[in-house]
């Protein structure tokens, strides 16, 4: 079993900057018997539908999407399983919840699932 701890979340005002942090780790404490395929950011406000931020793959493929396209950018620590979010120029309508995922290939039994974190909460407003 694979958990997503989030962390970086908060209260902005408008044009400030914040940097998201996910941590992918084990419930056991065993070896590592997992690598991540891909990571990324959703982000889901109020009455709206989860959207994709950012995706990163273990290769280094990035992708954007939704509005943060151009004030944000993924990278990924393959070496702690981490993935990071750095949104400047933060608008009042990138408030939401912000959630961290990994497609996750576990080595003991070759199948890749995904996993979500809890979420934090991304406040920005003057």
């Known amino acids: 079993q694979v958990h997503l701890v989030e962390s970086g979340g908060g209260f902005v005002q408008p044009g400030g900057s914040l940097r998201l942090s996910c941590a992918a780790t084990?419930?056991?404490?065993?070896?590592?018997?997992?690598?991540?395929?891909?990571m990324a950011w959703y982000r889901q406000a109020p009455g709206n539908e989860r959207e994709q931020v950012a995706f990163?793959?273990?290769?280094?493929?990035?992708t954007y999407e939704s509005s943060l396209k151009g004030r944000s950018t993924i990278s990924m620590d393959k070496t702690k399983n981490m993935v990071f979010l750095q949104m400047n120029n933060l608008k009042p309508e990138d408030t939401a919840i912000y959630y961290c995922?990994?497609?996750?290939?576990?080595?003991?039994?070759?199948?890749?699932?995904?996993?979500w974190g809890q979420g934090t909460q991304v406040t920005v407003s003057s």
């Open positions: 995922y990994a497609n996750v290939l576990h080595l003991t039994t070759g199948r890749a699932r995904p996993y």
């Open positions: 084990e419930s056991a404490a065993t070896e590592s018997s997992f690598t991540i395929g891909a």
């Open positions: 990163i793959t273990s290769t280094g493929t990035i």
